[in-house]
Nanobody, 117 residues
Framework: QVQPVESGGGLVQPGGSLRLSCEAS????????MGWYRQAPGKQRELVAV???????NYADSVKGRFTISRDNAKNTVYLQMNSLKPEDTAVYYCYVRTIAPVSDYWGQGTQVTVSS
């Protein structure tokens, strides 16, 4: 199956930082949006941040000012720099990719982020 591959998750103390990466080189169609969703225990999946091929980002209110999304279009890779992490950021983080012509969505397997003392 063609699927984006996430990396960079782990255990970090409150106030710490992590950098997530997602590589989607096996997707052969043009990628127009890449980003990150997360699902915390007992909660629905929610958008964290997305970025267009032109570099325009969109963030959830809960992470604005703390997280930064970026991408390398040549490598079909998206990054999420997470600073000032809080326990409520604990979740499985999923990479999201949207292509055009055809319009299709792709999801990674997820990477666990745990923020705890």
């Amino acid at each position: 199956q063609v699927q984006p591959v996430e990396s960079g998750g782990g255990l970090v103390q409150p106030g710490g930082s992590l950098r997530l990466s997602c590589e989607a080189s096996r997707i052969i169609f043009k990628i127009i949006v890449m980003g990150w969703y997360r699902q915390a225990p007992g909660k629905q999946r929610e958008l964290v941040a997305v970025i267009t091929s032109g570099g325009n980002p969109n963030y959830a209110d809960s992470v604005k000012g703390r997280f930064t999304i970026s991408r390398d279009n040549a490598k079909n890779t998206v990054y999420l720099q997470m600073n000032s992490l809080k326990p409520e950021d604990t979740a499985v983080y999923y990479c999201y990719v949207r292509t055009i012509a055809p319009v299709s969505d792709y999801w990674g397997q997820g990477t666990q982020v745990t923020v705890s003392s």
